[in-house]
């Protein structure tokens, strides 16, 4: 009787297995379509008198295609859409990795101080003509803004890196990070007192988050840097697995926690200080994009990761869509429109975290 019954038991489970990661995998592959769809969808979407079969034509044979329209769609929409996915991408995996690693569903790029340090230096640029450009002469003077962004965005991470050294407590390295925002933050406040009223103009515009500031350069670097992160992040996805479920104590499992933390922290530094440099301060992707991954494929790194990015995708390029049709004849700023979809979900997070410890 016993030797009938556990191999059923075995195959039921094994079965079960099975449709789950089925089941995972046609989620993750129909969020890729959808990211696939809204991309072509942002490409048609845009001012100007181009028509559907212009744009189309465009894309499928640009070198049959009107000379204006084949500008238009690969000069100027292009390269935004690809920023507004690369964006999406790169948020989302870091709002994934932070709280991850930080153990804070409420954790994000603006967690460590990253956002805020990348306007400060952004700020410096636009305010009081400050580049770092001119410690790198090979680097295009379009380059100067962003430069300054990433670089203070990357000193952020390296500083809480740096300070949270011999075994900090996640508690600790949220505080550090809390700390260096409201520093960044009150900086970025006293040039902008200092700043004329066209400095403060450009200044309040970069922080609002545009793609309009787009370039095949600049998208050829952002991706790069996808291309050579988001395989790391993949090639560590069992271990985040392990320290999302069991936290310090991933170790008994072989986790080296320590490093694990410091890695994907410089890693989840370096995606998103490299986005806000581009493109500016966007708000909630990185909040919103891992918690409707884990909705949909739930813990399991091997799939929240692929998840969580699709997602990311999809959003940045839904909000990119969004600015451009809300107001007809005007183009909004990114962020806007990402902090103004993105806050529902976040206060209805807080109410539910909230309910959660019954207070």
Request: glycine residues 8%.
């Amino acid at each position: 009787m016993h030797q009938t019954v556990a191999p059923l038991a075995g195959s039921s489970a094994t079965t079960r297995y099975v449709e789950t990661i089925a089941t995972r995998v046609a989620i993750v592959l129909a969020l890729a379509l959808l990211a696939v769809v809204a991309f072509v969808i942002d490409i048609l979407v845009g001012s100007g008198t181009l028509s559907l079969p212009d744009v189309i034509n465009a894309l499928v044979s640009p070198d049959s295609a009107e000379p204006s329209a084949r500008f238009i769609v690969w000069e100027l929409r292009m390269p935004m859409t690809l920023m507004a996915m690369l964006t999406g991408i790169s948020l989302a995996l870091a709002g994934l990795l932070m709280q991850t690693i930080l153990d804070n569903p409420l954790a994000e790029p603006f967690t460590l101080g990253v956002s805020s340090a990348a306007g400060f230096g952004a700020s410096l640029s636009l305010g009081l003509g400050f580049s770092l450009t001119g410690l790198f002469p090979a680097l295009p003077p379009e380059l100067s803004t962003a430069t300054n962004a990433f670089a203070f965005a990357l000193f952020a991470a390296l500083l809480v890196l740096a300070l949270s050294r011999g075994g900090a407590s996640v508690q600790s390295i949220t505080l550090l990070g809390i700390a260096l925002h409201f520093v960044f933050s009150s900086l970025l406040s006293l040039i902008q007192y200092l700043a004329s009223v066209d400095q403060l103009e450009s200044i309040v515009f970069w922080l609002m988050g545009s793609l309009q500031r787009a370039t095949w350069l600049k998208v050829s670097i952002t991706g790069a840097a996808c291309l050579i992160f988001i395989p790391l992040v993949l090639l560590n996805a069992w271990s985040l697995t392990a320290l999302r479920s069991f936290g310090a104590q991933a170790a008994v499992l072989g986790v080296n926690v320590k490093r694990l933390r410091m890695v994907m922290l410089v890693v989840s530094a370096l995606l998103a200080g490299l986005v806000t440099a581009v493109v500016g301060i966007i708000g909630f992707i990185g909040l919103v994009a891992p918690h409707v991954a884990r909705l949909l494929v739930g813990e399991d790194h091997r799939f929240s990761i692929a998840a969580t990015a699709a997602v990311g995708a999809v959003f940045a390029v839904v909000a990119s869509i969004a600015t451009k049709v809300v107001v007809p004849g005007a183009v909004l700023p990114l962020g806007m429109v990402t902090s103004l979809t993105g806050l529902p979900f976040f206060i209805i997070l807080v109410l539910r975290n909230i309910k959660g410890e019954g207070l």
